[in-house]
């Protein structure tokens, strides 16, 4: 946009200027090329202008300088530039307004540059700065055009004739421009806008992800790469401007609690849902959880607010028990930990906080009020949060339902779904940028294994008796955190002492020292001091003292030694397995921090307090919470529904009001209708019974009808709600009744579907819709890294499946990426689908096509068997020598065999230059061949460009010449040996003895037997290296090998014609080639 205004302005100012008093004869005329040439000159610098000054998000004066330069020397070259294009006048300029020229061009576009991007970074632009930085390089352009325009001098060259209405075709050409350019910087700032916005709205969201683990601790996700995942609410508003959403708020308490009774909620859904969708909505919606106005007209939350963040919760649970097509009985449990989203403002947002919180505190409104009329109106402009003392919290946060799967049929039904289980290093980043965490890719790693370990959790202390630490931390307004277990939330930090039970000498003792700190406890344990011990008192007292040293080290808190014993001992009076012959007794140390404290040791973390109390009574309190539960979403008690009456709108409602109005003054006197609830039993064949239950309190008839109202006059979501006959019995009286229900489950036979027929083979799945997302025009051609893009591969198959498309600026590529489907189709139908594609960079200008490795297959296959036992033999002597240099070993014995086989050479060390030299055309073709490093591989039509203006065919030139010269060489020196009269056997001899028969030139052979080294050396080193990690992972495989060889084998070296006779050499040879699979030629193909 900056090189077309520079080039508009040129024209536009060339355009007034009026030369021999306007005779069209003598006006200026402009060459097409330079013209065209002068524009793409001010762009392509301007580019690198601004890349140098926004590389980083760290402004440096040097940057903003050195850009300023940039842009400055744009501004004069375009204009000199376009003066050159001249055709019927030669310029001739005066240096002093060059010099001045270029002075108020760099000098104004440095000052430009400094207010847009230095004050940008410090606290954010804003409209009135930019334009004023708008009209500085506005300025900068002009002033230099005017005055490098008063210092040129136009002297005529020739006549010529210009056609009627150029000089108007010309300044129709500059508006167009203009105007294309202006409608492309409205459309940006829009879109710009837009996103922004979305991403604020998506940032303060609280969402719920389901994270599901098969048997094999891999995770579920969907076609996007992601977990499933849903929106609770678009923000979370608290009571008061401390009131944060996280552990420690009742809310979380209540949804911790209601993820394990999801039997007792799921007959309210549909009430929860009825109810929300009779809210007062910003706008319709069919999702009645999208626009609900939680804060109404006067600033205020909207009534029983509380209640609907919890029905949103319960309801968005539901949504992605729907998208997985199950119960929402088996979503599983919350996770007990909240990870908080990238923070980013919503003006809309901040507004409406603002107003409900003006209403709270005059502290709170006074601050708000500041904030909207000084730095407010900036801050919500510059799309930045406002920040205050007491931290109101703008960020979403996001919550994570897990469980794990065991059974297959489970696993098969998702992933017929559309699901895929993968390993979850893999969608890390992508779960990560895709929700918008606050964490690094690193700790959500971290947190994905805690959920898999929290889902097994048994929060259980085995019986004996145990130490703990109770340390209290007050961080200030009643947040009190308590010190536990990192893998264990539930539990304080314990060590356990060699003891069953305590008795009452033992209690004796230890409330004798309780009140005392940890030094002196443990200078009073080891000394008997002046009253002699029992051996029995002596021996717990060591107990006792290397209980708290060990508890020490497994908390490693600095301030343990602040710590005092209590006096109070906990006798649990049932065994972990709930038995009574077992009790589990727990003596401990209190410690009280009145600061904050952040860290802790890596085996323990802070938690609430309220939240650690809240899972102690978490079992014990089950019943308790389903009986409140019930009461709390009764619709005869929702006052948000009786509210909603009056802010609905529509004439349905209108006609329902003035009934409800009628019959209230009919009725003057009389006590208000009730509305009932009534419970239908679900029959056998799960359709609904006529009959029904009337909760309310058999009186006289009269009343009874009194309390009946009719269906027109009550205006709340249906008092129905409909309930297995297990779900019924959470609602008799609070009373929670339990039935062991033994259900025969007869398998169904699977039905034949032609829709599921699969192609190829039984086991070969069908390329549907994975295709991989690229972007316009381009696909995926910039998303293949240079180097190792056999990663980027594995990454795609982990996301769109073991087939998938690839889109490389036009041309298709499909990918397989699993050993079964590459022999269905290149194996058993290599006829059909077994070949290479040629690459016109690797294939054709860098090995010219003599490089059967990059060439597309013919049909004949030619079958190499290699001489391996002496470098097999001379390896293994190596290894036993100087076992600690395996690595040089094994890239020695690969190189050896292929030089033996290949050129006849023996290589003794790797220094030599001949090994330096191929490895380095291994790299090479390492990276020559990755789809999309170089645009001809793409576009095959830029092969046919010259070799002046293509630099990709100068680089392949010297590559080539590299590997052919090496090539050529290693050649030479077989030559120079079968002259001497050398016996030593190798391909390159064959070649050279039976040229006529091979029909191949002298070139043509060098690079075929080079290839042999660059498939087979640095791949057999890395695989050798891969199997030693494996043995040291898993030794107990190196030993049934080691029995199966000295069974089979005996004392000899083994053979090849022994690996029948090998199975499990076979299978370990195998999985580490799968687990560690090497291939530098590893493109497509």
Sequence with gaps: MGGIAIWCMHFIGNIALTLA?????????????????????????????????????????????????????????????????????????????????????????????????????????????????????????????????????????????????????????????????????????????????????????????????????????????????????????????????????????????????????????????????????????????????????????????????????????????????????????????????????????????????????????????????????????????????????????????????????????????????????????????????????????????DMKAFISQQGRIKPGVHLGLFALQDRGLNTHHVLVQRDARDLLPLVPLPLSTMDETQVRMVQGLSGFRVPEVIQRLRTSGASSRSPDEELFAHYLSNAIHSLHEWVQEPLFHDAVLSPTILRLPYGIDGGDAEETVIMALRLKISHPVISSGPNCQWAPLNFFGMRQVLEQSRQEFVRVLHQDFDPSTMPASRANNELTSGPLSTLRRLKRSEGSINSKGKKPRVPIMRLRASSKDSTRSSSTINLCPAESSEAHNERLPSTDTVDVYPPERHYTSHQQSFLNGGIVVFQEVTVQVEQKKSESRSDLELSWSHDTPRLTNHDAQGKPLVGNLFEIPQYHSWLKFKEWADTYGPIFRLNLAGRQHVVLSTEKIANDLLRERGSYYSSREFLPMASGIVSREMKPLLLPYNGEAQQLTRRKDYESKKLLVSLLETPACYVKWFELHASGVVFRIGFGKWIETGDGPAVKRIIQVVHNLERVASPGAYLVDSMPFLNSLPEAVAPFKREGRRLHEEELSLFRELQYDVCRALEKGSDAQCFTRTFLENKDGYQLLDDEGAYVIGTLFEAGSGTTAAAMMSYCLAMCHFPKWQKKMQEELDEQVGDRMPEFEDMTNLPTVRAVIKEVLRWRPVTAGGFPH
């Design 21 to 449: 008093e306007g005779e069209a004869e003598m006006q200026i005329v402009y060459s097409s090329g330079m013209t065209v040439i002068s524009f793409c000159m001010p762009v392509l610098v301007l580019l690198g202008a601004f890349y140098a000054i926004g590389i980083s998000n760290r402004i440096a004066w040097w940057r903003v300088i050195t850009a300023g330069i940039l842009c400055g020397c744009a501004i004069c070259g375009m204009h000199y530039l376009a003066n050159a294009s001249i055709k019927n006048y030669q310029c001739i300029y005066e240096p002093a307004y060059i010099v001045g020229a270029a002075i108020i061009a760099v000098a104004a576009s440095t000052v430009a540059l400094a207010m847009f991007f230095i004050f940008q970074s410090l606290s954010a632009s804003s409209w009135w700065k930019r334009t004023i930085s708008a009209i500085i390089l506005a300025g900068a352009v002009s002033s230099m055009h005017w005055c490098a325009s008063v210092g040129t001098q136009y002297r005529l060259l020739h006549l010529k004739k210009l056609e009627r209405g150029s000089r108007t075709a010309t300044a129709i050409a500059v508006i167009c421009l203009s105007f294309s350019a202006c409608i492309i910087i409205a459309g940006s700032a829009i879109l710009r806008a837009r996103t922004l916005r979305d991403a604020a709205l998506r940032a303060q969201q609280i969402e719920l992800a389901a994270v599901v683990f098969n048997k094999d601790g891999c995770l579920l996700v969907d076609s996007n790469g992601v977990f499933p995942n849903t929106v609770v609410t678009d923000f979370f508003i608290g009571e008061n401007t401390d009131d944060k959403f996280n552990t420690a708020h009742p809310q979380f308490h209540w949804m911790f609690q209601a993820s394990r009774n999801w039997t007792g909620i799921s007959g309210l859904i549909n009430g929860m849902k009825q109810h929300l969708r009779q809210l007062p909505h910003k706008s319709q919606h069919k999702d009645p959880t999208k626009g609900i106005q939680l804060i109404n007209a006067d600033g205020e939350l909207i009534d029983g607010y509380s209640v609907i963040f919890r029905e949103l919760f319960c309801v968005a649970a539901s949504k992605l028990s729907d998208r997985l097509d199950e119960s929402i009985t088996t979503m599983g449990i919350l996770w007990d930990e909240i990870i908080p989203k990238r923070s980013v403002a919503n003006p809309a947002y901040l507004q409406a906080l603002e107003k409900h919180r003006d209403n709270q505190t005059s502290d709170t409104s006074e601050i708000l009020r500041k904030g909207s009329t000084t730095t407010g109106e900036s801050h919500l402009e510059k799309g930045v949060g406002i920040e205050f003392e007491n931290e109101i919290d703008e960020r979403g946060a996001l919550m994570f339902l897990v469980r794990r799967l065991t059974s297959d049929d489970e696993v098969k039904r998702l992933e017929t779904a559309g699901y895929r289980f993968v390993d979850p290093v893999q969608v890390c980043n992508d779960a990560r940028n895709h929700l918008q965490m606050q964490i690094p890719s690193s700790e959500f790693e971290l947190k994905l294994r």
